[in-house]
């Protein structure tokens, strides 16, 4: 059953539930055709004991033992459905007897089913006084009618039931069937979508229901992977990119300097070629492995309280010298108040030093790079504004995407493109994220808020 198709499954199940609730229904009408053919009998049999009740008043004043039998003897044969009686005295004499030899029981109204012979009676017994004799009196009727009207009903539910059955399997084989064609539909169309083909999309059926439902997410899965695929894609050829100089540049060097021989001084400078390079391309490793590390849910950090205004301060002072000699005024701004925030306080410090670099590179000398860190809405803010030459709006969208650089030269220029993406990890990490207020001409502002 656990190999079976869901069609099968659905059509077993279906079957199952089908064949005890017509188990159920035969069951409940069989009983309720007994009790109400049984009452019918009793109904009858009441009425005949009202009837004897009546005779047997206006014989008995009139007539001694022998005519009283006499007369209700004849009573008894004219009853038209066969009514058996059966009527004693006080002293137990029989006045008219029973044809049977069912044992006499004197509970009084009573009626039960007796067997008599292998055939089923329906049985009344009641006391009757009149003429102030007290008289038991016994009623029988056969219930062979009942039992062949219940044998006639047995045999009906025993060809209906598995005929109904037969019809609902096949039925509902072919609903599920028809149900479950959209499901094939799809299959074979996912089959048919590799890596190759990642942008095919299912067609959606407009028909409202769970299959519409579940092609409709099909597709935001296949769209989902299609985007993952892609930037796997370009990481893999931006990474083989930006791996591509500095290697050949290694590369270059070495076979120069083992064409021929060299003073030690030209081989110092070979290596120390090899050295800034191997540097660059370790700092580049670094950062694939930090952006990996974000993407496979890898990248959390431990969180405690931070004084974010001392944090803002040593990064500042960490970074005057290199401002200074590029010209640029580098600030700090707490508002003379501190600010504490649950944060990693290494996290945040690696963000504030990569939006710093990023505004030193664009903010030409004599501008201008503030750093701040305040409060807002119950928040903490961080800042870093610079007064370069700002963001043009059509690279806005971009500038978190990996190795995204706005010179089109993608080798030209320091830095691998990725410091912004780490930034924005870090602020995720946070649970916040990193806003840009720029424009062009106007310097730009980053802003992280959580």
Not at 85 to 105: C, E, H, K, V
Request: glycine residues 8%; charged residues 20%.
């Amino acid at each position: 059953m656990t190999n079976a198709s869901i069609r099968v499954r659905l059509t077993v199940w279906y079957s199952a539930v089908l064949l005890l609730g017509l188990a159920l229904f035969g069951l409940g009408m069989w009983l309720a055709l007994e009790q109400r053919l049984i009452a019918g009998v009793d109904t009858r049999l009441a009425q005949r004991m009202q009837g004897l009740r009546g005779a047997l008043g206006a014989e008995a004043e009139i007539h001694g033992r022998d005519q009283l039998q006499q007369e209700l003897a004849e009573f008894a044969g004219e009853v038209p459905d066969g009514t058996l009686i059966q009527l004693r005295d006080q002293a137990g004499g029989i006045i008219l007897p029973f044809p049977t030899q069912t044992a006499f029981d004197r509970d009084l109204a009573s009626s039960r089913t007796v067997s008599q012979a292998g055939k089923p009676f329906r049985v009344v017994t009641d006391r009757i006084r009149t003429a102030g004799e007290m008289y038991d009196v016994l009623l029988a009727a056969s219930l062979d009618e009942v039992t062949a009207v219940m044998r006639d009903f047995r045999q009906l539910l025993f060809l209906m039931i598995p005929a109904v059955l037969a019809m609902a399997c096949l039925g509902g084989y072919w609903l599920s069937s028809r149900a479950l064609r959209p499901v094939d539909e799809i299959t074979k169309v996912a089959k048919l979508i590799s890596v190759q083909n990642l942008s095919q999309r299912i067609a959606v059926p407009r028909t409202g229901d769970e299959i519409e439902r579940m092609s409709e997410t099909w597709n935001q899965v296949l769209e989902r992977l299609d985007v993952a695929v892609n930037r796997i894609r370009q990481f893999t050829a931006d990474a083989s990119h930006e791996l591509r100089t500095p290697l050949g540049l290694i590369r270059a060097t070495a076979e120069l300097a083992l064409r021929r021989e060299r003073s030690p001084e030209e081989y110092r400078k070979s290596l120390s070629t090899i050295e800034s390079e191997a540097e660059h391309m370790t700092a580049l490793t670094e950062s694939l492995l930090t952006v990996a590390r974000a993407d496979a849910g890898g990248f959390e950090m431990a969180l405690e309280p931070t004084d974010l205004s001392e944090l803002v301060n040593s990064v500042v002072r960490q970074n005057e010298g290199v401002a200074a000699e590029k010209g640029i005024c580098l600030t700090a701004e707490t508002n003379g108040h501190t600010v504490f925030a649950t944060a990693n306080d290494s996290g945040l410090r690696r963000l504030l030093l990569i939006l710093i670099d990023n505004a030193l590179k664009h903010t030409p000398a004599g501008g201008r790079v503030t750093v701040s860190a305040d409060t807002r809405d119950g928040g903490a803010v961080l800042s870093v504004a610079d007064t370069g030459a700002g963001i043009p709006a059509d690279a806005l969208p971009h500038i978190f995407e990996r190795f995204y650089r706005g010179d089109p030269a993608r080798g030209s220029g320091s830095g691998f493109g990725l410091g912004l993406s780490i930034a924005q990890a870090i602020a995720k990490a946070h649970g916040g994220h990193i806003a840009v207020d720029s424009s062009p001409g106007a310097g730009a502002r980053f802003s992280l808020r959580w």
